[in-house]
Structure formats: C-alpha cells, structure tokens
C-alpha cells in the first residue's frame, strides 16, 4: 500500500502547500475561555514538530458566549486555523460535518481541555501516514499510560469498556479518549454509516472499523483529568446504552455494508475458532457458579456507586443491565463454549429479555421492601436485592442453557449427534 506520505511532494522545509497532510480539529461549546490557550499550543507544537503541512479546524456546536470571537481572531493571528459554526450541538455532529468536507489525509480530534499530552500526536498520526494503519487512537487503558483523574471517572471508563467488549465484542481498549485519527479516504466510507451525533459518535466509529476488519492503531497516552468538565456523567451513560443496543441491532440485521468497505481496503477481520466440544453439564454449573459470584460483586458495587447520585430503581436498573451484558458474554464464552462473533448479538438480545425477568424479580422486590417499610435501611435494601439476585440467577441458567444457548440436533449420516446441552 502506497503511504500518504510519498503522495506529498516537499518543498523547502514542508510538502506543497497544495497538499494538507493532517486537519486536527477542536470541536468547542462555550470554550471562550480556553480555546486560544488551547489553539496557540496546539499550533507551535505541529509548527515545530509536524514535518507535512497541517490545518486546525474550531468547531463551534452553537456556542453562546464569546467563542465565535475568540475562534475569530486566531484565524488572524495563526495560520492554518479556520473556524466554523454549526447551529446544533452535538460533537459527533461537529466532527462527522468537518472531516467529510476537509481536503487533509488524515483527519484528527482532540478536547479542548487538553487532556492529552501532546507528545502522543505525532505516534498517533504517524501509522496512517505510513498506511500501516486505517484509524488511530489514544489509550488511557493501557498499562504504559499515565493518567491522572478521580477514582469515579476511572470506575466509569473501566465499566464501560467493559460494556463494550461484552456486548459488540470490541477489543480497542479505549473507546472515548478525546484523541483520535483516522484516514481521510476511511473516514469518508465510514461516516455515512454513523448516526450518533454526540458522544457516541467515537464508539460507532471504532465498532463499524473493527467490524469492517480496519486496523486500529493504538497509543497510550498520558492523560490528565480536566476538573471542570461539564460532561454529564449520568446522561452520556443513557445515551451510550441506546447506541449500544442499536449498533447490536444493525450488526445482527446485516443492515451494514461493513464486507464492502472490508474489501475495498484489502482488510479481513480474524474470527477465533469455536471449540468443536461444549462444556459438558457439570463444567457449565462450575463455571456459571463462578461468573454469577463475580457478577453479584459486580451488581453489588454498580449499585452502590449509582445510588450515590440516583434512586434505588433507577440505580438497580444501570447495575443490572451492565452486569446482565458482561454475564451473557462471560456465559456465552466460557459457560457453553460459543466463540466468535455469529449469532453474538442475537445471543445479547436473548439475554436482554432474560435480564427483563431478572429485572422485574429485583425491582418486584425493591417495591414491595418499600411498601413494607417506607424508608428502609441501605442495608435492608442490599439484603432484599441479594435474594432476588440469587433466584434471578437460577432462572437465568434455565432459560440460558434451555433456550438462548440451545444446541441444535445435528445429523451425520446414520448417527444423529447431540451434545450435552
């Protein structure tokens, strides 16, 4: 494959001016006050460091302060700074409107807030350069990151990743870090497949790359928690579980032309081997004893740490349904021996409606503890959620061995085969 870099003729110190390597673009609400502190460090760093031509590019989502002047004046001040203005908001709608338009090879994002050391921008756009890569992103996942932020934010990031690899079966280790590239001929066959336009827009991209069989390139970075972010924790977490569940179901309707993009860049994605031999009767109870221990610490923990901020329903709801996801995939895996991603969506919406009889046990009897007792203890509450787990948990390996995992009846020859399930 021909690198993007070899496409860019030199002149004097930098490629024509004709050719914009990379457009990094700022997608901004209200940033009047850091935005050029922002813009100005990003500009001498590529100055001094990015051997191709560069562009930045302000995205303002409707913005009602003094964001439209400040952008304003440093596309005077600065060279390759251009600013638009968007009437919506919405940062996926702010990235997928600038990058389909931008003329760069590469296009790029990052916060405002400037989390992200710098020094990762070069190793992120470095193997989209080259061709090695398709998209890029930067990590704070891995164990060669250095992150700094609260334990809450750490706990949310973790959870959710976790969400991720459990339900779309994603294996990028971090899907919201606000430092991502991507190939400009990439990014125009991509994003007319994404319909989120806030903050799931990154998840989507990686998802349909990843299924595509495009290869994602990842940096660890070191990352600094910015403590005036106004991102709503609890509203993001909503809408990340909407486009969760309908990314699952364009996966399982074939609804996407994800083979054609896979074949127009040469891509095939890996698919492991599912064992030809399924875990006899007694291995499944050992192993689905085990997952639906780790899986009540879990709810047990979500719970607590959503009741902080939410009622008792609303928070049994979020911790059930995460957990519910992480046990059908752990179940689906290790429990009955099913690998690879056919019929993996399906088998998370089985295990939805399964977790709709978990929830109505669990919340059938936080009503009735709470029509018993007005106002009961945390301990009470934990107690009574304890009970209905367990009987929720018996039903679940019922309904998971009997229907959602079923084994089908084989016949070869003379010999009609059928495994223990």
């Known amino acids: 494959m021909t690198s993007l870099a070899q496409t860019a003729g030199r002149t004097g110190d930098r490629p024509h001016a004709a050719v914009t390597m990379l457009d990094v673009t700022i997608p901004v609400y209200n940033e009047e006050r850091d935005l050029a502190t922002c813009v100005h460090r990003l500009h001498e760093y590529l100055t001094r460091n990015f051997p191709y031509q560069f562009r930045i590019t302000v ?3 409707a913005s009602t302060d003094g964001t439209p002047l400040v952008a304003t004046r440093l596309t005077h001040e600065l060279d390759a700074v251009h600013y638009i203005r968007l009437e919506q908001k919405g940062r996926g709608r702010a990235l997928s409107q600038v990058w389909a338009a931008s003329q760069a090879q590469v296009v790029a994002y990052l916060d405002v807030d400037m989390s992200t050391d710098l020094n990762a921008l070069l190793p992120l756009v470095a193997p989209l350069i080259s061709g090695h890569s398709d998209l890029a992103i930067g990590t704070r996942l891995s164990r060669h990151s250095r992150v700094v932020r609260g334990r809450k934010r750490e706990f949310i990031s973790r959870t959710y990743n976790l969400l991720l690899h459990s339900t779309l079966f994603t294996r990028f280790s971090d899907a919201q870090c ?8 990439v990014a125009r066959k991509l994003l007319p497949l994404i319909q989120d ?4 827009f990154d998840t989507e991209l990686l998802v349909l790359a990843e299924r595509a069989g495009l290869r994602i390139h990842e940096v660890p970075v070191d990352w600094t928690d910015d403590p005036d972010s106004r991102v709503d924790i609890v509203a993001t977490a909503i809408a990340d579980l909407k486009g969760v569940a309908r990314v699952a179901r364009a996966l ?9 993009i896979a074949a127009q ?4 994605p890996l698919e492991p081997a ?9 291995t ?11 899986s009540t610490l879990a709810y047990l923990v979500l719970f607590l740490f959503f009741r902080i901020e939410l009622g008792a329903q609303a928070a049994n709801l979020l911790a059930l349904l995460v957990t519910a996801v992480a046990n059908t995939a752990a179940n689906r895996r290790l429990t009955f021996g099913i690998a690879g991603r056919v019929k993996a969506a399906r088998h998370q919406l089985q295990g939805l409606a399964v977790f709709g ?5 669990t919340s059938g009897s936080l009503a009735g503890l709470q029509l018993v007792q007005a106002r009961p203890g945390r301990g009470l509450e934990v107690g009574v959620l304890v009970a209905a787990n367990l009987a929720a948990t018996v039903l679940r390996f019922v309904l998971l061995r009997g229907w959602v995992f079923r084994h089908r009846r084989v016949i070869t020859g003379r010999a009609a085969i059928a495994d223990e399930l």
């Open 265 to 268: 860049f040469g891509r095939n």
């Open 274 to 282: 599912a064992p030809e031999v399924p875990p006899g009767l007694f």
């Open 252 to 260: 399982a309707g074939g609804r996407l032309p994800l083979a054609d």
């Open 197 to 200: 336009t806030g903050w799931f």
């Open 284 to 294: 499944q109870l050992v192993r689905f004893a085990a997952i639906g221990i780790a």
């Open 178 to 185: 606000g430092f991502k590239a991507v190939r400009a001929d």
């Open 59 to 61: 995205a303002d989502n």
């Open 357 to 361: 009889l978990g929830l109505a046990l």
